[in-house]
Structures are given as structure tokens and as C-alpha cells.
């Protein structure tokens, strides 16, 4: 009985040993963890097996390794499968940016994006819908399993990690982009820390390339690094220390060594050197950023998160601005209250942020301005670019600030007839205009004559303020170190330094040559880049400036700014609200004058030399009528082609701020009898002599 007792429990025993082994050797076969250092000799293995060496720069190394900026994004890159709800996020801004899937998985986090277990949030009319399995459980030695399984319109995603009971993870990430791509990645990443001190350790493996990242970071300013980088064409090796750059933030202080040579940096502040994945990152946003307000709520983030590229930002939100300025710039404004205190406030806040940048490096940012130009700016803005936009500035507060300082009261009948008009047709042609500003000038005598004589005072300190800048602007070009703007705007000549020149007293026309080349060479250079039709203005720049050694007439700048706006209008149909403006446009002989208002400013018809002004029998400034001096018999043909207009100024003096110096080069208005007649005359033809081809 023992004996059959003693085999019993032998026999259970050996049962019982043998389910224990078998249950053992399972749990090892199924739950046995990755570990850091089996990927790192991986690694190795693969890094020896290159041959050639190929040849890249830092930037190249920054779209395939992991490359953290500061112990901050050091510790988002430990674990980029956290936070599984993003992992949507992090596969759209991989593909709408062309980054590495891991760099973005990585920092998904520094994006503003709402996000839960069943979508992500992009913008008001962006959502990722998204289904997300997780299973997870203890294995071994305290190693934690970890699967999690995406699943959104761009891919399907997997990954299987391990994590140690320190900082330590591997992850087998697999993507089945909706492109039918497949991306197999294994990431392997630690970090330790002594002291302040802290140094991570990050492997990429995959199919086109593997990356080992060994970075030490010992305060918010500076790292040191060493990464090992092999593709399909070969390996690289890179190392050195960077440290943050108080006087230029967009380029580190510091070096990099390669296998065969260092890699400059340089010192002037003249670029942007990119050392991490966020700047990388940061970078590719500001692209899309610069014209695109969901992208730029992104990098206005990423900015103050990691201090960096304030400068780009703040141009961007002056670019924002300045269209939000073009947009309320415009006819209307004569006519709604407040309207000019209100753009005027708007362009005190642009100016404070634009004095507030040092230097940022643009890269394919367009400035608006009114009328839908636009304005490139690209390759650096410093101090030079600074000037021109001052100038910019202080020439729309002259004319805001000009306005202001006149009279516009009109009768509350008057003003909301004209209002109606306006907002229910938003695309006036300039026609419509001139027909609505004629009819303000008739309804009220007082209507743009001077209100407050202080403020048009400003209004001049404005303009002098302009012309200072332009000045400075137009030297600074002549410098070796060209910037953006030398680019972009062509044979821009040096000016005359001081403004004093043209302040205050009468100019001779061949001395305003040099200004008006430059502001000639500027409105080309916005035409030709908005492609747009070259105006009146520049038309007429152009050709002056051609003529400078006629010495034909003086000005006095001052005189024509603080004299009323009545004063320098053209004389006024009775009959009809139009001013007296007269083209030599003509189709098959038939003469356009008065009869047809062209498109612009400058008649783009073939060209008819035609006699002027022998219509209407009646003529108005506004305040009286009175007999037209040139009816019937009108100003003779004068043989000059010019696409201008012939123009009836009831007071071709300006004011007094004009003088005609060459009448003799203006042959048929010798014959006129009286002085002011004659003068009238002489006006008409000086701009027609002038603008002249």
C-alpha cells in the first residue's frame, strides 16, 4: 500500500514538473522583451557593412535621425507612440509636411491639436476620424508589453513596444499608408541623466536608412552630439557642440565635424542654419504658414515653446495685418466716420511690431497691399527692408492724415446714397469712382477743403517721413551685401541725402529726377510681380524722369500738400458728374475724349492727336459755373503721342505751388489771350510734353 502510495505521488510529481516546464518555456517564447542594447548591436552590424562613405550635410541628417534642440524634445522623443490619441495627427502632419514618420510621431505633442479616443481636431473644417486599439501587460524582469493599433483615412498604423523599469523603450512600427506604401520601422531610445545633465540614445532602423542619435544636453542652451548615419549609398558620421545664439537666434554658435571635414556654420547672421528636427519641422510650417492662419497657429506655438524664430513669426503677423489693412484701405473711407482714426491705429500697431524684429529670414512670404498688389519678401529682412516698409507706412498715414485734416461733411441723404453705393457694387471701376467723388465736390462747396490746418501740417511731416526712408532705403542698396529687396526691384538708382533738398522751397523738375527713378523702378517692380498693368504713375515717372534736362517747370511740395484739395482737382462738368479729363484714344478716327471714360489712367488704345477741350460750352469747380474759354474752338492738335490725359485744372497753379519755367516748349498755347487761360493751357500740355513717348 505505501509502495503503490509512493508511485502515486511520484507519478503526480513528474506530471506536475513537466506542465511546470512546458507553462515556462511558453511564457518565455511569447513574453520575452526587446531590449536597448539588442537594437544597438543590430545597429552596429548594420553601420560595419557600409562600404562608401556619402557625402552629406547636417541638414540632410535632420530629415533621417532623431536630432533633439533641448532636453524638452529630448524627452518627447523616448516614447512616440504616447499618447495614442495623436497618432492620427502625427501621420497627417507627416504627410501634409513631408517629414519622417518618426520625427513627427515624436513631436506630435508640441502641435495645438484637440484630440480624443475618436478624432482629431485639426481645424474648423479639418477632422481625422480615428479607431484605436491598446493591449498591454507585465512580461519579464518588469518589462512592460505594449501594442497599439491606429486606424485613420491615411493609414493603417501598428506598433509593438517594450518598455524597461527605466528610461528605456523599443518599438516594431508598421504604417500601411492609404497609398498602398509600407513603412517597417524599429526604434530604439534611452536616456540617462547625471546631475543637470542629461543624454539620449535613439536608433532608427528601417529599409531606406538607419540612424544612431547620441546626444548630451547639459542645460536649455547647449548639447553636444555624435550620430552614425547609414543609407543605401553609404554611411556618415557627425559630431560637435551647439550652443543657443543671443545675437542671431536662427543660426547656433558651436561647429560639426564630419568623417572628412567640418561643416561651417559661419558667423554673420546672414542665414538660417537649421540644427534639430523642430527647426526642420518649424521651417516646413513657416512655408505653408506664411500664407495658410490654420499652419501659422501652429508655428506661433512651436515658437514660444522653443524660443525660436520669433522674429519669423512677427513678420508673418505684420504680412497678416497689412492685408487686413489693404482690405478696409479703400474709396470708402472718405465717407464712413472713424474710418481713418481706425487705419490709422492699425498702422501704429504694424509699425511698433515691425521695429520690433531684428532680422528674420522669410521664405516665400508676400506683403498685400491696397488694390491687390503684392510685395515679395524672401531671403532675409533686416534693417534695409525696415526702411522701405517704414516708407510704405508713413506714405499711407499722409495720405490717411490728409484726409483727416479736410473737410468731408456731406448731408446724412448725400453720404448714405453714396454708402449704398459702394457696398452694393464692391467692384467700382475707377469711372464709378470719379462720378461719386464729383458728385460729393457738387453737393457741398465745403467738401475736401482744409478743416484743421494742424493736422495737414502732420500730414506733411508724413510725407517727408516717407521720402527719408525711401532715401535711405535707395542707399543702403548701393552697399557690397545686397539683400532680399536689391533682388526683386531692379536698377534702383542712389538718391540725394538730404531731404532738405526738396523741403520747404521750390525744386527744379531735373532735380526731382533721382526721386522719381526710384519710385518709378519700385512701382515697376510691384506691377511686373502682381502682374498687373502698369499705371499712370509709373507711366508718367518713367517719362519725366527721362526729361529732366528741359528744366520745364518748379515745386514746391509743401505748398501743394497744405493747399486745399479743391484747389488741385480738375474742373467739373455741369451737366454731368465727371471731371474734365480728355484722352487721345481712338478706333477707326473716332476720338474717345470726353465721351468715353478708358479703363485707367492711360489710354491702352491706338492713338489719335486730336484737339481738346472744345466741349462742354459750361464748366464747374463745385462752387460756381461759368463759360467754358475753349469752346468751339478747343486747344489745337499738338502733334505729341502720349497715352496720358489732357487735363482741366481750374487753378493750374496749385495754389501757387507750381511754376511752368519752358512755356516756349509749348507751342499752342501762344495764341491764348488771357494769363489764366493761357495757364490752363500750358498745364495740359506740360503733362501731355512730359508723359510723352
Same mark, same amino acid.
Request: aromatic content about 12%; glycine content about 4%.
Given at each position: 500500500? #505505501? ?16 506542465? !511546470? ?27 560595419? +557593412?557600409?562600404?562608401?562613405? *556619402? ?23 523616448? /516614447?512616440?507612440?504616447?499618447?495614442? +490619441? ?55 524582469? @518588469? ?19 517594450? =518598455? ?5 523603450? *523599443? ?15 524599429? =526604434? ?5 541623466? *547625471? ?31 555624435? #550620430? ?6 553609404? =554611411?556618415?558620421?557627425?559630431? %560637435? ?19 572628412? %571635414? ?26 505653408? !504658414? ?52 481706425? $487705419? ?8 511698433? /511690431? ?10 516665400d512670404l508676400i506683403m498685400h497691399t491696397p488694390y491687390d498688389f503684392s510685395v515679395p519678401v524672401s531671403f532675409q529682412f533686416n534693417e534695409t527692408e525696415k526702411l522701405l516698409f517704414l516708407a510704405y507706412l508713413n506714405f ?12 468731408? +461733411? ?9 454708402? /449704398? ?18 458728385? &460729393? ?24 517721413? !516717407? ?9 543702403? $542698396? ?5 539683400? @532680399? ?5 531692379? %536698377? *534702383? ?41 502698369? &499705371?499712370?504713375?509709373? =507711366? ?19 505748398? $501743394? #500738400? ?61 462752387? +460756381? ?69
Open positions: 500500500m #505505501i509502495i503503490k502510495s509512493t508511485l502515486l505521488i511520484l507519478m503526480l510529481s513528474f506530471i506536475l514538473l513537466i506542465f !511546470a516546464l512546458y507553462s515556462c518555456g511558453k511564457t518565455q517564447e511569447v513574453e520575452f522583451a526587446r531590449k536597448f542594447e539588442e537594437i544597438e548591436q543590430l545597429f552596429q552590424r548594420i553601420y560595419e +557593412e557600409a562600404e562608401e562613405r *556619402v557625402d552629406l550635410n547636417f541638414k540632410d541628417v535632420l530629415t533621417q535621425c532623431v536630432v533633439p534642440r533641448m532636453q524638452y524634445d529630448l524627452e518627447l522623443f523616448l /516614447n512616440p507612440i504616447s499618447e495614442p +490619441e495623436r497618432i492620427s495627427s502625427a501621420l497627417y502632419i507627416s504627410r501634409e509636411l513631408d517629414i519622417p514618420t518618426i520625427i513627427s510621431l515624436g513631436l506630435k505633442g508640441i502641435f495645438d491639436y484637440d484630440c480624443d479616443e475618436d478624432e482629431c481636431k485639426i481645424s474648423n473644417t479639418k477632422v481625422i476620424k480615428h479607431s484605436i486599439y491598446l493591449e498591454e501587460r507585465k512580461v519579464q524582469e @518588469g518589462y512592460r508589453f505594449e501594442r497599439v493599433s491606429v486606424e485613420s483615412e491615411y493609414a493603417k498604423f501598428e506598433a509593438i513596444s517594450y =518598455y524597461s523599469p527605466t528610461s528605456e523603450i *523599443v518599438s516594431e512600427i508598421k504604417i500601411q499608408w492609404e497609398d498602398g506604401f509600407n513603412e517597417n520601422i524599429t =526604434y530604439a531610445s534611452r536616456i540617462t541623466q *547625471v546631475g543637470e545633465s542629461k543624454t539620449g540614445r535613439f536608433i532608427i532602423i528601417s529599409e531606406e536608412k538607419s540612424c544612431y542619435t547620441i546626444i548630451t544636453s547639459d542645460s536649455l542652451s547647449s548639447r553636444s552630439f555624435e #550620430i552614425l548615419l547609414r543609407n543605401k549609398k553609404g =554611411y556618415e558620421k557627425f559630431s %560637435g557642440e551647439l550652443e543657443s545664439n543671443s545675437l542671431c537666434s536662427q543660426k547656433p554658435k558651436g561647429y560639426i565635424d564630419k568623417i572628412q %571635414g567640418i561643416e561651417e556654420i559661419g558667423n554673420k547672421c546672414d542665414s538660417v542654419f537649421e540644427s534639430s528636427n523642430v527647426e526642420t519641422i518649424f521651417r516646413r510650417i513657416q512655408q505653408v !504658414a506664411e500664407d495658410d492662419g490654420t499652419w501659422f497657429k501652429q508655428a506661433r506655438k512651436m515658437s514660444e515653446q522653443f524660443d525660436m524664430f520669433r522674429d519669423e513669426i512677427k513678420l508673418i503677423e505684420i504680412a497678416r495685418e497689412l492685408e487686413s489693412f489693404s482690405k478696409d484701405f479703400s474709396f470708402s473711407v472718405l465717407y464712413e466716420d472713424n474710418k481713418l482714426n481706425e $487705419l490709422l491705429s492699425k498702422l501704429d500697431q504694424i509699425e511698433s /511690431n515691425l521695429k520690433s524684429i531684428e532680422i528674420a529670414f522669410p521664405i499711407q498715414r499722409f495720405i490717411l492724415k490728409y484726409f483727416e485734416s479736410a473737410n468731408l +461733411e456731406l448731408d446724412e441723404n448725400t453720404k448714405n446714397q453714396i454708402l /449704398n453705393t459702394i457696398r452694393s457694387s464692391p467692384n467700382l471701376t475707377l469711372k464709378d469712382k470719379v462720378e461719386l467723388l464729383v458728385k &460729393s465736390l457738387k453737393s457741398s462747396s465745403e467738401f475736401l477743403s482744409i478743416k484743421d490746418q494742424a493736422e495737414r501740417q502732420k500730414a506733411y511731416e508724413y510725407f517727408m517721413s !516717407a521720402l527719408t526712408n525711401l532715401i535711405q532705403f535707395s542707399q543702403s $542698396l548701393t552697399l557690397p551685401e545686397k539683400t @532680399g529687396f536689391a533682388k526683386f526691384i531692379k %536698377g *534702383v538708382p542712389a538718391i540725394p541725402s538730404s531731404i532738405t533738398e526738396i523741403a520747404d522751397v521750390y525744386i527744379q523738375h531735373k532735380d526731382l529726377s533721382y526721386y522719381l527713378e526710384i519710385i518709378s523702378a519700385f512701382l515697376k517692380a510691384i506691377y511686373s510681380y502682381s502682374g498687373k498693368q502698369q &499705371s499712370f504713375l509709373t =507711366y508718367f515717372f518713367e517719362r519725366i524722369s527721362q526729361k529732366w534736362r528741359y528744366d520745364m517747370f518748379q515745386i514746391n511740395l509743401k505748398n $501743394l #500738400i497744405m493747399s486745399s484739395t479743391r484747389a488741385i482737382l480738375p474742373a467739373m462738368y455741369v451737366e454731368r458728374d465727371s471731371f474734365i479729363i480728355e484722352w487721345e484714344c481712338g478706333i477707326d478716327g473716332i476720338i474717345y475724349a470726353y465721351q468715353i471714360f478708358p479703363r485707367s489712367l492711360t489710354c491702352q488704345e491706338i492713338l489719335v492727336d486730336s484737339k481738346h477741350f472744345f466741349h462742354p460750352q459750361y464748366i464747374t469747380d463745385g462752387n +460756381e459755373i461759368r463759360s467754358n474759354p475753349f469752346y468751339n474752338n478747343g486747344l489745337e492738335r499738338d502733334g505729341i503721342r502720349t497715352r496720358a490725359p489732357y487735363i482741366f485744372f481750374s487753378d493750374p497753379t496749385f495754389s501757387g505751388a507750381i511754376k511752368i519755367t519752358r512755356s516756349d516748349l509749348l507751342e499752342v498755347c501762344g495764341n491764348i489771350p488771357t494769363e489764366k487761360d493761357k495757364k490752363i493751357c500750358e498745364m495740359a500740355e506740360l503733362i501731355a510734353f512730359l508723359s510723352s513717348e
